[in-house]
């Protein structure tokens, strides 16, 4: 028997792989009862439009996106796509709100070599100094710092920080620079300069990197139509749904409102105490977060818990609402707001433009908080609070003066990990730990090697050939 921890994306596509390889009995227990973690797709019955509560679009690109891509085709799910490709506005137009003004981020060659606002001159003399400029020697920094240094501070300001906001809700400041940029790091620490880095290993020559993981139909679609990001029909839920389906239909043991409270590593054994029950298994493996994992083997494993128990979360607080008629005056993904603005909100999805909806109804998210909940929200604010905020945000921003039609809101708690700097290096003693100890664990999740759903699965997909291999050998 194997035993998976959380029916996330991650959970559910641990015991995905683990039944495409062959293995049986394969039990997953879930301590709410849904299957899905942070991904949640409601229809609103008033309005009958659909509300993305957390997750809502995937990149293609990369081994990961190749990799979920041919997990789509595996589900019977290629009908349900839906592709944004690069020439749609959605993924054309990025904004920044930056002293009370919305701003295009530059997409083009020509948005570089001119000057743009907010930006106090053409970004292409902000790369010609990177060459020049000296190279820091560090193992590792926060990506803020990194970006300032070499491309300046306007850069990291708007751009890079905002990004970080809009990826994991989180402060660019105390991220590490190896979450997004670590090819880029490694050339300044080698070559002295991102640009001569890049240069001197070919990174312009050849980008692709996606080889390294079987394409299928619908990924080589992908790049011959040249999708920036998809989503589902039915929205992302239709992923675990049919993850769920999928797996019990093989045969998996899925066990709702069966929270793992305790793990004993024994010889060649693990107990584990799920619910009411006590499973013996040879093999775990857990798609918790890594926070919530710590505690469930600190008796016999204080320092792995302890590590675990180090990597922090945000909450996020989102709010979905729903306008009659086209009430946006901008066309576009939506807009991201640097922390430096001091407002309460991260930034602001208009769903609308990107499902391409008819133009009765205008769809948004707005997400607030992540990294500064406490400072806007408090610990423990009412979903009202949230709601009138973001109806004031949006109303001071887009200009948008209606009430909306409908709503909802929701408090993500501790929904993102923050990979701070030293990150890395953490979960290298994580996994070091597990392997020296010779412990019968996996792990998959978003804790570890990556925030996004396409790294989440990767990361399942890589924790069952792992195990299998040591299994084999
Ligand atoms: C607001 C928001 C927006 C996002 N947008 C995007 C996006 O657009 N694109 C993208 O790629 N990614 C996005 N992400 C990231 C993506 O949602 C996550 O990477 C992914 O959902 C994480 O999956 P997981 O299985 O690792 O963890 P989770 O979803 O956290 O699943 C863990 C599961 O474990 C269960 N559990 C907890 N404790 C126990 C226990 N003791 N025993 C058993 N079960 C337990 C939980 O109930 C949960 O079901 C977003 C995330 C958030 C929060």
Redesign the pocket.
């Known amino acids: 028997m194997v035993v998976v ?9 641990a015991a995905y792989y683990l039944i495409k390889n062959g293995k049986q009995n394969v039990v997953l ?4 009862n ?6 949640k797709s409601i229809k609103n019955e008033k309005t009958g439009v659909l509300f ?8 293609p690109s990369g081994i990961q996106g190749i990799n979920t891509l041919a997990l789509i085709e595996d589900l019977n799910l290629n009908d349900k796509v839906k592709a944004i490709k690069s020439s749609h506005p959605a993924a054309k137009n990025r904004f920044i709100y930056i002293d009370k003004k919305l701003y295009a981020l530059p997409t083009s060659i020509k948005g570089i070599l001119r000057k743009t606002p907010p930006f106090s001159k053409a970004l292409i003399f902000n790369f010609i100094k990177e060459i020049f400029t000296p190279a820091k020697i560090c193992e590792d920094d926060s990506i803020y710092n990194f970006v300032e240094r070499r491309f300046g501070k306007e850069l990291a300001d708007y751009i890079v920080s905002a990004m970080i906001c809009g990826i994991c ?1 989180g402060d660019s400041k105390e991220i590490s620079v190896k979450f997004l940029f670590s090819t880029f790091f490694e050339a300044e620490q080698k070559y002295g300069s991102v640009l001569k880095g890049m240069y001197k290993t070919g990174f312009f020559r050849n980008k692709s990197t996606e080889q390294k993981i079987e394409s299928t139909n619908l990924s080589n679609k992908a790049k011959q139509e040249r999708w920036s990001v998809w989503m589902l029909d039915g929205g ?1 839920q239709t992923l675990p749904d049919a993850l769920t389906s999928h797996v019990k239909e093989k045969g998996a043991e899925v066990m709702l409102n ?4 305790h793990l004993k590593f024994g010889n060649n054994e693990v107990s584990c105490k ?1 619910g009411n029950k006590e499973l013996h298994t040879d093999h775990v493996i857990s ?3 890594a926070n ?2 710590a505690p ?1 083997l600190r008796e016999q494993h204080r320092i792995l818990a302890d590590e675990l128990a180090s990597i922090n979360f945000v909450t ?1 607080g ?1 709010v979905n609402l729903v306008f009659n008629g086209n009430v946006l005056k901008l066309d576009g993904f939506g807009f991201l707001v640097p922390p430096s603005q001091e407002l309460p909100i991260l930034g602001v999805i208009f769903d609308s433009c990107c499902y391409s909806l008819n133009n009765d109804k205008t769809t948004l998210t707005v ?1 607030m908080g992540g990294k500064w909940f406490n400072k806007y929200f408090g610990s423990n604010p009412k979903e009202e609070f949230l709601l009138t905020t973001a109806i004031s945000q949006v109303k001071g921003i887009l200009d948008i003066n209606q009430k909306p039609e409908a709503h909802n809101v929701v408090i ?1 708690r501790d ?2 990990p923050q990979y701070v700097i030293g990150h890395y290096k953490r979960i290298d003693r994580i996994f070091n730990y597990i392997k020296d100890n010779r412990l019968p664990l996996s792990l ?4 570890y090697h ?7 699965i990767l ?1 399942s997909r890589k924790a069952v050939n792992n195990f299998l291999k040591i299994t084999s050998s």
């Open positions: 921890l959380g029916g996330g994306v991650g959970g559910l596509s227990s879930e301590a709410s849904y299957l899905g973690g942070w991904v993305e509560v957390g997750p809502r679009t995937i990149r809700a992302l069966s929270p793992c409270t799920v798609s918790l977060p919530t994992l469930l996020v989102v997400m993500l929904c993102i998959s999740g978003s804790s990556g925030v996004g759903l396409n790294d989440v990361s």
